[in-house]
């Protein structure tokens, strides 16, 4: 589920929305039926899902749709069904049904297989011919302008599954052993902490707080964390209050996205679900609902009851607008924490 505040693509026809859909979503769709929703002239929210198998009821995953894109304060649609016609019209009129229950109106219904595309709206042969029209999305000004505008659209799913995947080249027996030091560095500072710091609480806080904010720093400058400080700092985010500290710096800018994802993509195994929970919130709160969908899946396949994860993974599925949590915390200046509420002060 992509909103799509980004760079404004313009769309005259329907080849241009199938070119645009791609860059919508993050990826070229396969197998997928996407709703596009529309306020005016503007799209405002892309959504797409898997064909129903044949023989399985599209009814479900059509409601679905239907009650993601009824959250987006559309005032009109566009269905797109990509793959053969056996899969792809039952699915369209599943999802035209639902969409119609909670009254949006669906300006057009198409399939799209093999560079040609089909309305279900439109009989006219002489804009709708019985074989399809053809379409090159490559000598298409959308897919230029997308480009030029530095929008990104994967050749698949799987694609994007990569890149939150572990990275290719990565020594893991080096990152093992700096696991190792991490943990032992953790057992020096709670050794340390003074008693008043029941199980060193404050004291494991504060190192988080620091590393996450010496990560950022040495990211913005253009540094590559070195496998300690990746270690070091995964090892304090299964620490609550350091993850959410992490959280709260983390917004929907693109330094966020890069930064959480390389951190994700060189973290062992069983120190996952934080980054990953980072990277996917960053990602939607840039209208990236297909990057976050993918790191969440991550994070999840490690630790199902992994409760950030399960509430990210909720907002996505209801298609939660990114804009309701404008306000959010967010850094101006490096070191600079930001809040729209000051919190009341506790007494001492």
Do not use: K
Not at 69 to 81: H, P
Not at 82 to 95: I, L, M, N, S, Y
Not at 128 to 145: N, R
Not at 148 to 169: F, I, N
């Amino acid at each position: 589920m992509n909103a799509t505040d980004r760079p404004r693509l313009t769309v005259r026809s329907p080849a241009d929305l199938i070119t645009a859909v791609p860059y919508l979503i993050g990826f070229h769709p396969v197998d997928s039926i996407v709703v596009v929703a529309m306020r005016g002239r503007r799209i405002v929210f892309a959504a797409r899902a898997d064909l129903p198998e044949s023989g399985t009821d599209p009814a479900l995953p059509a409601r679905h749709l239907g009650d993601v894109i009824g959250r987006q304060d559309a005032e009109s649609t566009t269905v797109i069904g990509f793959g053969p016609p056996e899969r792809v019209t039952p699915a369209v009129d599943a999802v035209r049904s639902a969409l119609d229950d909670i009254g949006l109106p669906v300006l057009d219904a198409l399939r799209v297989t093999d560079r040609r595309y089909w309305s279900y709206l439109c009989e006219a042969p002489d804009c709708c011919p019985p074989d399809g029209t053809p379409y090159d999305p490559e000598a298409s000004q959308v897919a230029a302008a997308a480009v030029y505008a530095g929008q990104v659209a994967l050749p698949d799913r799987a694609a994007l599954t990569a890149q939150v995947a572990p990275a290719e080249g990565v020594d893991r027996v080096a990152l093992r052993q700096a696991g190792d030091r991490a943990e032992q560095r953790l057992l020096g500072l709670l050794e340390a902490a003074p008693a008043t710091d029941e199980f060193g609480e404050r004291a494991i806080r504060r190192a988080g707080v620091a590393a996450v904010r010496q990560a950022q720093r040495r990211h913005r400058r253009g540094d590559r964390l070195t496998d300690d400080e990746v270690a070091w700092l995964t090892l304090l985010l299964t620490h609550l209050p350091v993850r959410d500290h992490a959280w709260e710096r983390t917004d929907g800018r693109e330094e966020d996205i890069a930064f959480w994802s390389e951190v994700l993509r060189r973290t062992e195994e069983e120190l996952v679900p934080a980054p990953a929970c980072l990277l996917a919130f960053a990602a939607w709160r840039a209208g990236q609902g297909a990057l976050a969908a993918v790191a969440l899946e991550r994070a999840l396949t490690l630790r199902p009851d992994y409760t950030l994860a399960q509430i990210l993974d909720d907002l996505l599925r209801r298609g939660v607008p990114p804009s309701d949590l404008d306000g959010w915390p967010a850094v101006t200046e490096p070191g600079v924490l930001r809040r729209r509420r000051r919190r009341p002060r506790r007494p001492r």
